[in-house]
């Protein structure tokens, strides 16, 4: 397949995702049903992400002509994708930008996000059955010419010594941060409640530590979170909740609450669901320097970073872990 081919069928599948098909319907709902994390409002959040911003047309266009991507791929490489699962069709990017380049794909998906991936790859073999020779699905990764892979920070050691002599892009545990300053108006914090509770926390764009000043008012900022009080429905995010409740008073620890979302004051980055963590600065600049070379964190949001509600909301060129993907890849 020519680049334009491999275009026009990924613009089919964005038109595909914004349809939401009586077929795609049920899609999700196997997919829910083999997940409880997956809840319709957060696969559909995805799906229509995924097609408005990484597959529209004149998009993907401007995107693949910016890196010369060539017409038809003179050395094409098997790839091997390990794909993370946390959040609906997160592994999609990676899928995207080996097509695009036009290398081979081999694809080990994770347990915890088969379905969707699985469906939307068949609809694309059943739209053009050439895709069959540029996408395929392995239980194991064997005999690639290059790997991505996306895990936690366990799994990710082990992916540098099994794919240390292949040229590969390994990527750990990250989350996201936001720097308040306190000037934010209540239609910014509602904004950044989306980017603290959306996909319940789990994305690696999820806000999860919020840096403030001295003496900042937490109770506008709470009431916008109530927005999401209907997370206390979701019996694997309620068990959560409670839990961590527990060990909040247990521990004589000081917390705020909106009645489904926990804020505490901690250093680390890395929460459990259901939490945030904050910690108070005098000096920004002196936060700003810290995050600088942060491995930890994939997003900054705040005034001078990322606006906030746009965390979930990334776009072509918004690489996992600032690696660009496709320069890697047409670099083999």
Not at 22 to 40: C, G, S, T
Not at 71 to 79: F, G, K, S, Y
Request: glycine share 6%; with cysteine.
């Amino acid at each position: 397949m020519n680049l334009q081919e491999r275009i026009a069928v990924m613009a089919k599948l964005g038109e595909y995702l914004n349809e939401n098909t009586d077929e795609y319907q049920l899609v999700k709902e196997k997919a829910n049903r083999e997940n409880a994390w997956f809840i319709p409002e957060f696969i559909d959040l995805a799906s229509k992400n995924i097609a408005n911003a990484f597959l529209d047309k004149e998009k993907l266009e401007n995107w693949t002509r910016r890196y010369n991507v060539p017409a038809i791929q003179p050395t094409p490489r098997n790839v091997g994708v390990v794909m993370a699962g946390n959040i609906p069709l997160v592994g999609f990017h990676d899928l995207l930008c080996v097509f695009i380049s036009g290398h081979r794909l081999t694809i080990k998906l994770s347990s915890k996000d088969e379905v969707l991936l699985k469906h939307l790859a068949a609809k694309l073999v059943e739209w053009d059955a050439r895709v069959a020779d540029n996408i395929s699905l392995a239980e194991r990764l064997t005999g690639c010419d290059a790997y991505i892979a996306t895990g936690s920070n366990n799994s990710g050691r082990y992916f540098e010594h099994y794919f240390a002599k292949y040229p590969h892009i390994i990527r750990y545990n990250r989350t996201s941060v936001a720097i308040l300053d306190g000037t934010e108006s209540l239609q910014e914090l509602e904004l950044l409640a989306d980017d603290i509770c959306l996909y319940f926390g789990l994305g690696c764009r999820n806000v999860t530590k919020l840096f403030v000043p001295k003496d900042y008012d937490f109770v506008p900022l709470l009431a916008s979170v109530k927005k999401y009080g209907h997370f206390q429905d979701h019996h694997k995010y309620k068990n959560n909740f409670d839990y961590h409740l527990a060990l909040l008073m247990m521990g004589n620890k000081f917390y705020m609450t909106d009645g489904s979302t926990l804020f505490t004051e901690h250093t680390s980055p890395f929460t459990p669901v259901s939490q945030v963590h904050f910690e108070y600065y005098s000096d920004k600049q002196s936060v700003e320097a810290g995050l600088k070379d942060n491995k930890d964190v994939q997003a900054i949001v705040g005034h001078g970073f990322l606006p906030v509600g746009r965390a979930q909301q990334p776009a072509l060129d918004d690489y996992a872990d600032g690696v660009d993907t496709m320069q890697f890849l047409l670099s083999l």
